[in-house]
Every structure is written in C-alpha cells, then in structure tokens.
C-alpha cells in the first residue's frame, strides 16, 4: 500500500511539472486562481513607455 501511495505522488508531480513546463500561460492561472502568486502586470513592461522601446518582448530601449 505504501509503495502504492509512493507511485501516486510520483506520477502526480511528474504531471504537474510536465504541465508547468508545456503550458506555462495555463500553469500561472492556476497558481494564480489558488492564490500561490499574484497576478503579473503585462502592460507597461520595459521601458516604461518611451517612444523608442522595443516592443518584440526582448525588453530594452532604442
């Protein structure tokens, strides 16, 4: 039974870091919506909305 047990939560982390790793969007909801981190602001990143930022998501300016 104990070996059982083991197994379970073997698989169950195995899932969870797979599912981490291969959807990362859908991983930061879920921690969100259980209240394990707070939600990240998205806009405004970066430069801080100077007029020469680069906007590809790489970060930096002119």
Do not use: N
């Amino acid at each position: 039974m104990l070996e059982f047990a083991v197994a379970v939560l073997i698989v169950c982390a195995a899932a969870i870091y797979w599912y981490a790793r291969l959807f990362p969007v859908g991983w930061g909801r879920v921690r969100t919506a259980l209240g394990l981190s707070t939600p990240q602001p998205t806009a405004g990143k970066g430069c801080g909305g100077c007029s020469g930022c680069d906007r590809s998501g790489k970060g930096g300016c002119h």
